[in-house]
């Protein structure tokens, strides 16, 4: 019966993981160039990123949140499909969430491999709680800041919307579609160049532990609504990540290695969702 069950979840598991992990093109409208001088496509864009900041809902929503993650393209390690209530400050970089009692709310995790880690040493905290902080500070976000690094291209649909398209080959490549006052409606963008992380850490010269990966794979779709009194809020957040080359090594006192893992590969796949 317990074999039953367990093939059982993984179907369910990858019927979930390959409906989620494709984020589909938005299918726009028949676009028509908007021809302006990059000077002010940038002053467009900040007053959009400075829309977000300002006009972004203080209230708090329910939130369902899906996450699953797995290594090596084999072991799942996590499925879950949790409620919560969110507060969201722009202004602040806060996210605050607090999960809600809910009889839907499922957590399946891989205890054999997380149960190897304590406190912050375990990676689920970069497969699930950093992608959602992430992609939710939505003003932070590379293109909104980095101008140099990006071309621009504004644009607009027949029924009057405007669409910025941005492109990095360093960085990221995507669009953002935003209405006459300069709310943000939807916006989808992907990574283009792999980047290292190096999160080592150590203490009065001793080697606490060494952890780096490489992002190799980022691709995320944002749809963004007002509510009656015009304020912004995310209606649904998609982000798709693959994490190459997980390395980490943590040191005892003595200097003594008591957990290694080496060359490890992530896929994670986040659903954020208000109900």
Known sequence: MKKYLLALFMLLFLNSWNAQAQIEDTDLEELVIDKLSRANIVEIIKKVRNQ?????????YHYLVSHQASMNDSTKLLNSQVMYDVVINLKNKKIIKSVIDDKNNKTVMDTLFFNRYTGNDSPVYWLTEVVIRKYVNVPELDFFNKFKDYSFERKRTKDGQYVIEFYSDQFYEGYFQYDSKFNLKKMEFELLKPYVIDHSQSKN??????????????????VFKTNQEGKNYIDELKAFEEIQDYNFTRFDSQGKVIIKDEDLNFKSNLVFKKM
């Open 52 to 60: 977000m900041y300002n006009n972004y809902v203080q209230d708090n």
């Open 205 to 222: 010269g001793k080697a606490m532990f060494e952890k780096n990966w490489v992002y190799t794979k980022e691709k995320v779709a944002i």
